[in-house]
């Protein structure tokens, strides 16, 4: 793999001050030695952020509610030597659907899991918490690499992060968010850009000027760009991508490649929410979750054309449904309920339909 340097003449604003974009992290904690590592993680990013830490634990009948209190006590303990600011939270239910459903109540703007169940060797057993986060979360997931070698235990903070770009406006997104957290921590930063070399050169040239920066190191990548993008990514600390595929169907909600840069990535992941559908995207027969004037809404458009508006709100715990474009349903990654296109519950927990957009109500 070739690496370039990219410069743009005259370009000398300083770094930006790290944005308040991850005021709330999220980061389930069992009190084990693996969780110790990502809830160090969730400390760090919240302070480059001026954040704050909600440590979650799950429990599943009486006896384990004891030592999921002590477990976020304990988390909660750490995190306020440290500087940080943190809250606790604990309840009964399976890790990812409280982790989820916890998160989509407080409007996280990440979570951030362990690598359990990843890995190249099982990179076709999905299903793992942190797969089932990357995939239904509506914000932003950051996936800890709690076996890596290059992790020092001394070492929570990122020093060398990789930005992954196409030049989409997407992945425009990926690549400030990935800024933003990357100065907050005073880290380096390296771009890698996939097409070919003159639209890499214009790619390289955008997101160096949205950088505000006068160099940029950028890998150019040919080939698979999810196994070449985590192939760049050796040597660093973090890579960051969109959730959308880099290449195929916007109407993947997460494409081939940031679920191959998860999987295969030596690093830590990632994965920014960058899927943000509008009334007028909506393919006849297709839904997604929009926002219209600051609210979200469960849209559906008819093969006539017309548009249904549902509230997104699952009639069970109130997590946040989905579509399945697959299926063409919408269902709640917190405890699989589902409804059809039109809101209407065909399988539980939840007992009711959707209601109207705009309206709160639970079953
Ligand atoms: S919140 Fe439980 S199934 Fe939706």
Redesign the pocket.
């Known amino acids: 793999m070739r690496l370039d340097r990219h410069r743009v003449a005259g370009m000398t604003s300083a770094p930006s001050a790290p944005a308040m974009r991850y005021d709330l992290v999220v980061v389930g904690t069992d009190g084990s030695a693996t969780a110790r590592p990502v809830e160090e993680v969730a400390i760090a990013v919240a302070r480059a952020a001026g954040g704050e830490v909600l440590f979650v634990s799950a429990f599943q009948g009486d006896d384990g509610r004891h030592s999921a209190e002590q477990a976020v006590e304990e988390a909660l303990a750490r995190a306020l030597a440290a500087g940080g600011k943190a809250r606790t939270e604990v309840a009964e239910g399976e890790p990812a659907?409280v982790i989820m459903?916890v998160a989509d109540r407080s409007d996280a703007k990440l979570v951030v899991v362990d690598d359990a169940g990843m890995g190249e060797r099982r990179r076709l057993r999905l299903g793992g918490t942190a797969d089932r986060i990357s995939h239904s979360m509506p914000c932003d997931t950051l996936i800890v690499r709690t076996a890596s070698a290059e992790r020092s235990e001394d070492r929570v903070a990122y020093r060398k992060v990789l930005l992954a770009t196409d030049g989409s406006s997407t992945a425009t997104h990926a690549v400030r968010v990935g800024t933003e957290l990357a100065r907050g921590m005073s880290a380096a930063i390296e771009i890698v850009h996939v097409k070919d070399e003159v639209m890499g050169a214009v790619i390289m040239k955008e997101a160096v000027a949205l950088l505000g920066e006068e160099e940029v190191p950028g890998h150019p990548l040919s080939g698979d760009v999810g196994k070449g993008i985590a192939e760049a990514a050796r040597g660093f600390d973090l890579v960051v991508v969109g959730n959308k595929g880099m290449r195929g169907s916007v109407r993947i909600h997460m494409g081939k490649v940031p679920d191959q840069v998860s999987h295969l990535a030596p690093c830590d992941v990632l994965i920014v929410n960058t899927v943000d559908r509008s009334l007028d995207d909506l393919l006849p027969s297709e839904g997604a979750v929009v926002t219209i004037d600051g609210k979200k809404v469960a849209a559906y458009r008819e093969a006539d054309g017309a548009v249904v508006l549902l509230s997104p709100r699952?009639?069970?715990?109130?997590?946040t449904?989905g579509w399945n474009e697959v299926a063409g349903t919408w269902d709640?990654?917190?405890?699989?309920?589902r409804y059809d296109a039109h809101g209407k519950v065909f399988q539980?927990?939840?007992t009711g339909d959707l209601g109207a957009a705009g309206s709160e109500e639970r079953s």
């Open positions: 659907a459903e699952c009639r069970h715990r109130g997590c449904v709640c990654p917190c405890h699989g309920s539980g927990p939840a």
